[in-house]
């Protein structure tokens, strides 16, 4: 999963502070992005701090700001952060410039919704997961097709690979 390759590249990197910030509590996705996190502290016989689980209270670079200036201002090490957007990512990326955390040096961050904030607009740009969405929209489509006439009758799940991208915040 995402969340498993984000936090098996930061683990190996060194990171052993890695603030993982989710989705509001009770989403679905949360629960297997939690898992993809804990598979890859488990398999590094590295523990799992229930406290570096962060649940954004919406999607803004304000939120992502708030989030990484309370964690980084609380004392405690950080040296990462993966979020669950790249609006959160950017809001972060911008709290540790201002507190002058070197990016990716000290800090590191993945965003797991690799989208054009990460990949064009951002800088630094943003390490992040690509789900090939032009694939996904094109196989949709297919379905769509299908659905509406008739060859297809019952419901499909299609599995999209994530690809992590390596960029300049990791």
């Known amino acids: 999963s995402s969340a498993y390759q984000s936090s098996s590249m930061l683990l190996s990197k060194g990171c052993r502070h890695i603030i993982y910030i989710d989705s509001h ?4 996705q949360s629960s297997q992005i939690l898992k993809g996190y804990h598979l890859a ?35 405690k090490k950080v040296d990462g952060f993966i979020t669950p957007n790249d609006i959160l990512a950017r809001g972060v990326i911008i709290a ?20 054009v904030i990460s990949s064009q607009i951002s ?3 943003i390490s992040a997961v690509d789900y090939n969405p032009f694939q996904m929209g094109t196989e949709a489509a297919v379905m769509l ?4 006439s008739k060859k297809r009758m019952r419901p499909t799940h299609s599995v999209f690979p994530a690809i992590l991208i390596e960029r300049e915040t990791s």
């Open 25 to 28: 509590k009770g989403m679905k």
């Open 145 to 148: 097709l299908e659905i509406i």
């Open 123 to 125: 800088f630094p740009r």
């Open 96 to 115: 540790l410039q201002q507190l002058q955390v070197k990016v990716p040096q000290d800090c590191k961050v993945i965003s797991l919704g690799g989208g």
């Open 41 to 75: 502290h488990e398999e590094r016989d590295i523990p799992w701090n229930e406290e570096h689980l962060i649940h954004a209270e919406g999607t803004s670079i304000e939120e992502g700001m708030r989030i990484a200036r309370s964690a980084v201002t609380s004392g």
